[in-house]
Every structure is written in structure tokens, then in C-alpha cells.
């Protein structure tokens, strides 16, 4: 067994030197300015955890699949909080004026994200919110993960996999309730990372912290139970937000006392070659951080590869009446150094919304708070996103670009009066990592539309597109509601993938439907693209029709040419190399109609070229689903 292990732990950290070391850009003198000294945060020592166990798929386990329904929200905001979102929910549904445009009849800066493989995914099975997180490998395998199941995918919608998580760790110790699952693809070292919670007061409090036995999820997990009780302070563990660096990957998340009041955020920081090998695992945990943040969020490395030492992470800090900020945290170093955990601050400005109306019901959704909900790193800059306030008490998307070298940050907003976009989820969408272009997945819902999933595209000049529909809802939601108010979705997820070119991320994200007698939601995943690299659509001076757009089998195409010609009609990729001349002929003068099955193409967004000796070259775009 221990030959095993050492030659697991040698693959394992073989393939952690095959890929790109990238490294944190300093703070800087100016940042320095900013830091906090006041608090002082406190590491643990080095712990060492056992492996807890393994997931080995292809074997039968009882179908168990507990589950605890709770019909109010477990943390309930301040009672300022409250009373503010209260007014301003009521001050939307007493509204008269309600003639409210709609994206459609907008006109973004940018072209607007355009959508190739799309698919349902885990489906709706009594708990609530969808708590939606996924990550997709570079060898194409998506684990996708709710509130209750896991499964795996590939990119044409197959599902390969599923399981609740009680029948996936088939463990019975865990006689709590497993939630608040959380799923990255640790490009660094090609593996998935995971982390799943157990239990909901300081008795049963787990961390289960889960690594990829290889780049397939079909071949296992190992898995580790980490303390939810870290300060042994009768507390328990919530809202986890994970990340990674070349060395390490980390877990972070908020302590609630046993009568749920938070205590305070902690960061466990994991030697992941033990967990990728299904060794001991090394680890440490940091407590009494500077100013209290609620939901650090760690910022892994935005493209392929990672970065180091340490990790950033960042948070916003403020409530009703109090000043806003965003926090930078900074740790300095893996566990094998000398790490620090230092904080700086910066001045924001943001406010909270009402609640969310929908389509159908009187049932309003909950809209959440200002936290920071996902973020990156990339060459310099932390990309970050939460929901805040966009006009007239509706919520929208705030989006930011904090450069570390002095911290200063850049902010924009995007939402739309009468309308309420939520839970945002960021990854990199540029060419390479000093590319500043982003794709944002969000929901969205208003009293003239059922809950839906959307993204929408800013380019690396800050410029935002229109947001793209992803899957619209089919009915409204209220599904276990309390006190007027239902569960939304708490969280959205995206993944980029990275050795794709040109780019594409994957999402998730929950919809309205009718599922077992209730109006609640489905998962939908979406494969998304945007537009050309270094092609441009033309203005044809002869007009030239192609449909249906998308094409899923027969393609029409239909041009006038003024005179008999010579006509070439090719399909083009994104990088504009040829895929297929499908015709080189002469054509009669007139109007003539060409068709193509779509064939071999794989799921993807393509360019159809037009030209004749006498008409202007015609680029012009379709998508193959």
C-alpha cells in the first residue's frame, strides 16, 4: 500500500510540473497604504487528515437519497438588512408604471454571446434552492452538481453519470444532510476538485473535500472529512467557496454558531498533491481574519495553468448604514513556507435590492445580498462579480477589474429597469491571460417573465453586450415558500475551457419548471460562444439567406446573383480557416437556393462565405447544434 501511495504521490506531482507556474503580481507601495494591521489573523498548525474513503463508480449501492426540507432560510440577513430589502421590495410590487422595455429593444456595445451545445441537466428532486456549480476538464468531461446529485456529461448532453450524494459516498457516517456541493477543474494539475458539506450544527459539521482520481470523474474520488468545527467553538460550517494554486487548493467559509448566528469566516489551505494521490492529507486553517469578511471567495488562475505562491481572495464588506468595501486578501505563501494572511481595503459603493416578482405568482424570489459570488485571477487583475442594486430598487449584475499593483478597482453594472438579475458567475472569455474580456452567466425574471438562465458578454475595453437567452423558464417558482418569499437560485455556475480555441465556457444554471406537482427548477447547461476572431460579417451589396439559424440537420442558403457567375460557397471556422468548400460551380442569374446537411460538423459556431466573380464576398454566421 505504501508503494502505491508514493508512486500516486510522484505521478501526481509529475503532472503538477507539466504545467504553465504563473506568479502573484506584488500589491505594490501604493497597496500597501491600504493594508490592515489592526487584526492580526491566526494559522493552525499543520494538520494531517486520513483518507476518509473512495468513490469507485460501477458498483450498486441502495438508493438511500435522505433528505431534510427546511421551508425558511437557515441564516436569516441583520435585522437592518431585512427591514431595508422589505421596503424596497414593496416599494417594486406598488408600482404603477410598469411599461417596461425589454433587452430585445436595446442595442449592446459589443456583439452578444451565442450559444452551441445546450442541454437539460440535473433535474429538479425536492431540494431546494439548485445551489447550481459545474466544471468542465479539458479532455471534455462535465461534472455538474445540486443541492443533493452529481453527475457527469460530455459535450454532447450524454449523461454518463448520477447520483445523489448519499448513494455517491454510499458512507454511513454521514447521517446528516449532505448540501451546498461546490465543483472546479484544477487545470494545473488536470483534476477535479470538490467540496460537499455535512450537517448543520457543531456535532456533525464535515468539510468533505474530494479529489479526482484522474482527469475522468468515472475513475473516483478520494475523499477526506475535514472538521466544519475548526476552533472546536460549538460552530458549523456554511457556504464553502473553493480555489486553486500550483500547489495547493482551498476551501473557505462561514461559521455559524448552533443558534446560527456567524461567528466568523475561516480559510483551510490543502496540500493537494496528497489529496490528488489519496495520501495523508497536510492542511492548515486560518481564523480571526481582518474585518470579519462574509464569504471569502478565493480567485484561482483564470486560464490554463496556476499561480503562486498562496492565492488571492477577495470579499465584500458592508452593512445598511455602514460604509462600503471590497477586500483583497492576500496569502503570501504555501504551507511548506512562510505564509501571511494580509488584507487590504478599498472603497465601494453598492446597494441591496427588494426581493424578486415573477411572472404568474404573487411569490417573490429571494434575491440574496451583496456578496461576491465567483472570481478569478488573471495577469494581474482579480475579475469579480456579486448582484447589487441597479435602478429603481431591481437588482443587476456589478462586475469589477481590481488590479492588485495599487488596488484600484474598475466597476460596471448591467441590468434593466423592471427586471431583476441575480447569483452571477464569472470566467475568462480573452484569447490570452492579458485579454480582459469576460462572459457572465446570470438569472433573470421580472413580472412579465418566468425565471430564466442567461449570460451576456463584456469585451477587454469594459464594453457589455446584450445578454444572450440561455433556457427560459416555463412556469414561475414557489416551491417550499415562506413568508411570500421562495429560494432562487443561490449560485449559477461556469467553467472555461481551456485548451479550447478559440475560447468557450460551459454554465449552469436553474429554470423555472413543473416537477413532481411543484413549480420549482431544472439545471440547464450551456455551451457558450462568441464572436469570430479576426472575422468580420460583411454587408453584402446582393442579399444572401441562410436558415434555419441555429441548424440542427438540413441548412438552406439562398442568393441573386444579377447574371450567370461563378460561385464558391465554403464553410469557414472561427480562426477563419476552410472547413469544407461545399460548392464551386457556375450559377444562372436570378435567384437560386442551395442546401447542405449539416454533416460532420461538430456543435460550434461557424461562418458560411459566399462569393462569385461578381458579387461581394458574404460572411455570414450560423451555429451547429
Same mark, same amino acid.
Given at each position: ?72 432560510? *437557515? ?18 410590487? &406598488?408600482?404603477?408604471? *410598469? ?7 436595446? *442595442? ?7 450559444? !452551441? ?30 443541492? =443533493? ?55 456533525? &459539521? ?93 480567485? @484561482? ?16 464588506? !458592508? ?5 462600503? %468595501? ?9 504551507? =511548506? ?16 435590492? !427588494? ?5 404568474? &405568482? ?132 461556469? @467553467?472555461? %475551457? ?100 449539416? !454533416? ?26
Amino acid at each position: 500500500m505504501k508503494t502505491k501511495i508514493c508512486l500516486s504521490l510522484f505521478l501526481g506531482l509529475l503532472v503538477l510540473c507539466t504545467y504553465a507556474q504563473n506568479h502573484k503580481t506584488p500589491i505594490g507601495s501604493i497597496g500597501e497604504e491600504n493594508l490592515d494591521r489592526s487584526i492580526q489573523p491566526v494559522k493552525s498548525g499543520i494538520q494531517t487528515q486520513t483518507l476518509s474513503g473512495d468513490v469507485q463508480h460501477g458498483q450498486n449501492h441502495p438508493e438511500w437519497h435522505t433528505r431534510l426540507i427546511s421551508f425558511d432560510k *437557515k441564516h436569516a440577513l441583520s435585522p437592518e438588512m431585512t427591514a431595508e430589502k422589505l421596503r424596497k421590495t414593496q416599494e417594486k410590487l &406598488s408600482r404603477t408604471n *410598469k411599461d417596461f422595455q425589454d433587452e430585445s429593444q436595446l *442595442k449592446g456595445v459589443t456583439d452578444n454571446p451565442t450559444i !452551441g451545445a445546450s442541454f437539460a441537466g440535473n433535474w429538479f428532486d425536492q431540494t431546494t434552492p439548485p445551489d447550481n456549480s459545474m466544471a468542465i476538464s479539458n479532455g471534455g468531461y462535465i461534472v455538474s452538481v445540486t443541492n =443533493s446529485h452529481i453527475e457527469y456529461y460530455d459535450m454532447s448532453g450524454t449523461r454518463l453519470f448520477t447520483s445523489s450524494f448519499d448513494d455517491f459516498f454510499n458512507d454511513p457516517s454521514f447521517t446528516a444532510l449532505i448540501y451546498d456541493p461546490v465543483v472546479l477543474y484544477d487545470s494545473h494539475a488536470d483534476r477535479f476538485f470538490m467540496v460537499v458539506l455535512h450537517g448543520s450544527n457543531s456535532s456533525v &459539521s464535515k468539510v468533505v473535500t474530494c479529489f479526482s482520481k484522474s482527469n475522468n470523474p468515472q475513475d473516483g474520488w478520494w475523499f477526506y472529512k475535514l472538521t466544519g468545527d475548526p476552533l472546536v467553538a460549538s460552530n458549523w460550517f456554511d457556504y464553502p467557496k473553493i480555489g486553486f494554486s500550483n500547489e495547493e487548493v482551498y476551501v473557505t467559509g462561514n461559521l455559524f454558531t448552533n443558534s446560527d448566528q456567524f461567528s466568523q469566516a475561516v480559510l483551510y489551505q490543502i496540500n493537494k498533491a496528497d489529496g490528488y494521490a489519496g495520501g495523508n492529507l497536510s492542511w492548515q486553517y486560518w481564523y480571526n481574519i481582518s474585518d470579519s469578511p462574509f464569504t471569502l471567495v478565493p480567485a @484561482s488562475w483564470g486560464q490554463q495553468g496556476g499561480y503562486g505562491p498562496g492565492i488571492y481572495l477577495v470579499s465584500t464588506h !458592508g452593512t445598511s448604514g455602514t460604509a462600503d %468595501k471590497i477586500r483583497l486578501f492576500d496569502l503570501t505563501d504555501y504551507i =511548506s513556507g512562510s505564509p501571511q494572511l494580509n488584507a487590504y481595503s478599498i472603497d465601494a459603493n453598492f446597494d441591496l435590492a !427588494g426581493d424578486a416578482p415573477q411572472l404568474g &405568482s404573487n411569490i417573490v424570489l429571494d434575491n440574496g445580498d451583496n456578496r461576491i459570488i465567483s472570481a478569478f485571477y488573471l495577469n494581474g487583475i482579480v475579475h469579480f462579480v456579486f448582484a447589487s442594486e441597479y435602478t429603481n430598487n431591481y437588482n443587476g449584475v456589478n462586475y469589477n477589474r481590481l488590479t492588485v499593483n495599487g488596488l484600484t478597482n474598475w466597476s460596471s453594472k448591467f441590468g434593466l429597469d423592471g427586471y431583476d438579475y441575480a447569483y452571477p458567475s464569472v470566467a475568462s472569455f480573452g484569447p490570452t491571460d492579458a485579454h480582459k474580456a469576460v462572459m457572465i452567466c446570470f438569472l433573470r425574471v421580472s413580472e412579465t417573465i418566468y425565471p430564466q438562465v442567461r449570460v451576456v458578454y463584456v469585451d477587454n475595453d469594459g464594453n457589455w453586450s446584450n445578454s444572450t437567452l440561455v433556457k427560459e423558464g416555463t412556469t414561475y417558482v414557489d416551491v417550499y415558500a415562506s413568508g411570500g418569499v421562495a429560494r432562487w437560485g443561490d449560485y449559477t455556475g461556469i @467553467s472555461r %475551457k481551456n485548451n479550447s480555441s478559440p475560447p468557450n465556457v460551459w454554465l449552469s444554471g436553474g429554470f423555472g419548471t413543473f416537477r413532481l406537482n411543484e413549480h420549482a427548477f431544472d439545471t440547464w447547461i450551456a455551451q457558450i460562444n462568441g464572436v469570430a476572431i479576426g472575422i468580420e460579417e460583411q454587408t453584402n451589396t446582393q442579399p444572401v439567406r441562410i436558415y434555419p439559424n441555429p441548424v440542427y440537420d438540413i441548412m438552406n442558403v439562398e442568393f441573386t446573383l444579377d447574371g450567370r457567375s461563378e460561385i464558391e460557397i465554403a464553410v469557414i471556422d472561427q480562426q477563419g480557416k476552410s472547413v469544407r468548400t461545399l460548392l464551386h460551380d457556375t450559377a444562372p442569374g436570378g435567384r437560386n437556393a442551395f442546401s447542405f446537411n449539416k !454533416g460532420a460538423l461538430p456543435v460550434g459556431i461557424y461562418f458560411l462565405k459566399v462569393s462569385s466573380s461578381n458579387n461581394t464576398i458574404r460572411y455570414e454566421k450560423f451555429i451547429v447544434q
